[in-house]
Every structure is written in C-alpha cells, then in structure tokens.
C-alpha cells in the first residue's frame, strides 16, 4: 500500500489499485523553469571593491517555499554574483527532517551556497 500526502491522492491510488492499474506513485522529478526578476535588497562595493548583494528576510513569511525557489533559480543563472542573506532569525524554514528536527534558515543558506547573517551584515563582509 502507497503513502500518500492526502486524502485526495489517497481516494485516486486507491481507484488505480482496484482498477488493476500498474502506477508509480511520486516517482518521476521533472524539471521547469519559471522567469521573472528579482530585486536585490541591497547591493554594494566592499574596501577592496568587490561586489556583494544582500538579500534581508525577516520572520513568518519573508522565507517561504516560493523565495526559497526564486533564491535557488537566481544563483543557478548568476553563479558568478556573490549573493549573501542576512537573516532577521534563525527560524524554521521547512517541514520536519526524519529525525525529527527542522531545517533551520542558516542551515537552508549553507546547503545552498549563501554566506548568511543573522540581525546584521557582519562586519567581515565590508572588509573584504
């Protein structure tokens, strides 16, 4: 018996199954890619002028899945732009790992490939 992510899905394999039906469920990934803009929050030349953009994101809403998405896709087109993300906490940002625990935002930016703060632009990053 499959496990299903809702009652919908669940009402439709079941039909499948009592209609003798070989199907897969959640099996195949297919790739897409959506266009649009993105609007750094702050861009500026550190001391010895390199270029870096900061991307602010506050609490509840600021990092969902959406932003999660168009942060990934903007770094896949422009992996040559230092992007860095300063963080107004260390929240949760999706849903329950295995063991039990959540990913948290500067675990999300690590994972991805984004220098992260948390509260303010560390000084570091001006230096460089």
Request: charged share 35%; net charge positive; aromatic share 14%.
């Amino acid at each position: 018996m499959n496990k299903y992510r809702n009652k919908f899905e669940a009402k439709t394999g079941k039909f499948l199954e009592q209609s003798k039906v070989d199907f897969e469920y959640e099996k195949t990934k297919l790739e897409y890619t959506v266009s649009g803009k993105y609007l750094v929050d702050f861009g500026f030349f550190t001391k010895s002028g390199k270029k870096i953009y900061i991307e602010t994101k506050g609490n509840g809403l600021s990092f969902d899945g959406h932003t999660k998405r168009k942060m990934r896709a903007v770094k896949l087109l422009h992996p040559e732009i230092d992007i860095r993300i300063v963080f107004y906490a260390n929240g949760k940002c999706g849903p329950k790992r295995k063991d039990g625990t959540f990913m948290r935002q500067l675990d999300w930016a690590e994972k991805y490939g984004f220098p992260a703060a948390i509260k303010d632009i560390p000084e570091s990053w001006l230096d460089e």
